[in-house]
């Protein structure tokens, strides 16, 4: 089982890992793109397995493992048949492994850009609203990851990102 031969009566030769024999045991034939095979002398395609969710393979024959969806993407179904199946992550998500079969939400006061490998807070001069990071207005400032604006004391002022220690004058 699992071996052809090309010349009638000539020895049979097992069919390598990544093939298997086709019905007429004159040739092997490769695994189909989204799956692989490690058998050697596979008998039929049936030992041509799905690649896992989280990997895909554009390749037919593949014998050694599938690749993997880069981090900031993945994949929730199995034999995907080109990295194009690995999605990516929606804005306040992210990946931060290769394989991944789901993005991860980011946590409260954090958000993301699509295909992102971490969510982090807001930058000085900006604050959380409506899951994304908007410009404190002016005569309003923040600190790195603070939620919110605060008004600026009197005797200072906020033209950009931080309050100044400048004092106001005039």
């Known amino acids: ?28 034939a490769l695994c ?17 397995q799905n690649c896992s969710a989280g990997f895909y393979s554009s390749a037919k024959g593949v014998s050694e493992g599938c ?7 993945y994949s929730s179904e199995t034999g995907n048949a080109g990295a194009d199946k690995c999605k990516e992550c929606a804005a306040n998500t992210y990946a931060e492994e290769s394989n991944s079969t789901k ?3 980011c946590k409260n ?28 207005p002016a005569g309003w400032s923040s600190v790195y990851g603070q939620a919110a604006c605060e008004e ?9 990102y931080v309050a100044s220690s400048e004092e106001a004058t005039g």
Do not use: H, W
Request: hydrophobic content about 30%; overall charge positive; proline content about 5%.
């Open 103 to 105: 993005c991860m939400p």
């Open 109 to 136: 006061g954090t958000s993301s850009e699509p295909g992102a490998t971490f969510c982090s807070a807001c930058e000085a001069g900006k604050f959380m609203r409506n899951s994304s990071c908007s410009s404190c």
């Open 152 to 160: 600026c004391v009197r005797g200072k002022y906020a033209v950009g």
């Open 67 to 73: 690749n993997a969806c880069p981090p900031g993407k």
């Open 32 to 48: 189909p793109k989204g799956r692989l095979s490690v058998t050697i002398g596979a008998k039929d395609s049936s030992a041509c």
């Open 1 to 28: 089982a699992g071996q052809v031969s090309i010349t009638a009566g000539a020895n049979c030769t097992a069919c390598g890992a990544g093939k298997y024999a086709i019905s007429d045991k004159i040739e092997c």
